[in-house]
């Protein structure tokens, strides 16, 4: 079902800016208001800030020693970027949750520009990377709205593989791929977040989740893009494995 919507968008080559829903969503909404919808899925609202919050989770689900429990609560610790920079020149560890932890730090320090020496750092030392290292990174470039280097580094590791000579090759997960989606979402991108849609599903062979759906829906919304919306909506209506939330529902009105 999820195929359908790649074979269906690429036919969409133009930009939409209608004034008033259209046909299929309005259909879709015909049996039931807005609000006694918004009051059915209100119970789940829980569930859903479980669900997103176990996305973010995700991005530092590692198993630390006491070392580096020691360590990160050093870098936590760290009042400048140099100060930072100068421990990890230092550090003579193949532990990137270090790493991760300096990456989170600097942007506590609203100092997004160091990011790319972290990573600098890490291929000089020759550091294993990690999945969960990549997406911490991918995922505090969308939040600094830097777009470009977070396209950059999504083809460097996932498209051409170049990862450090002691990584293990391996391959973006859902979590990878909600957070590039995003990132078009904020720049209204949806040509370049159909091309990250069409490696989930056909490349990847992954499922998207709700998460995936409502930054999908959101690209369409900052794109004045309601052709796409729609055949995303449809979509989503016949997959049961997607409960459509107030959240969903929130991001096709837009």
């Not at 609000?35 to 059915?40: D, H, M, N, R």
């Not at 291929?123 to 990549?134: H, R, V």
């Not at 999504?154 to 909600?178: R, V, Y």
Request: charged fraction near 20%.
């Amino acid at each position: 079902m999820m195929k359908t919507i790649i074979k269906n968008m690429s036919l969409v080559t133009r930009l939409c800016n209608k004034p008033t829903l259209t046909s299929v969503f309005l259909t879709s909404l015909r049996q039931k208001s807005q609000y006694e919808i918004y009051l059915e899925e209100q119970h789940k609202s829980d569930e859903i800030k479980k669900k997103l919050q176990g996305q973010k989770g995700a991005l530092a689900k590692s198993i630390l020693s006491p070392q580096s429990r020691y360590e990160q609560s050093l870098i936590k610790q760290m009042t400048t970027v140099n100060d930072i920079i100068q421990f990890l020149r230092n550090y003579h560890s193949q532990d990137t949750s270090i790493y991760v932890a300096a990456i989170k730090r600097c942007s506590e320090l609203k100092q997004p520009y160091t990011f790319y020496n972290i990573i600098q750092l890490i291929y000089q030392q020759d550091i294993p990377l990690n999945i969960i290292f990549c997406n911490t990174v991918l995922n505090y470039l969308g939040i600094w709205n830097k777009f470009n280097l977070q396209k950059k580094l999504f083809e460097q590791w996932f498209i051409h593989q170049e990862f450090t000579s002691n990584t293990t090759p391996f391959n973006p997960d859902l979590i990878t791929f909600n957070i590039i989606i995003k990132g078009c979402s904020n720049k209204g991108d949806i040509k370049q977040a159909l091309y990250y849609f069409q490696l989930l599903v056909n490349h990847y062979n992954l499922k998207p989740n709700a998460i995936t759906c409502n930054a999908m829906l959101s690209v369409c919304a900052n794109a004045c893009d309601m052709e796409s919306a729609e055949i995303i909506w449809k979509t989503i209506q016949n997959d049961p494995d997607i409960q459509i939330d107030h959240i969903i529902i929130n991001s096709m009105l837009n």
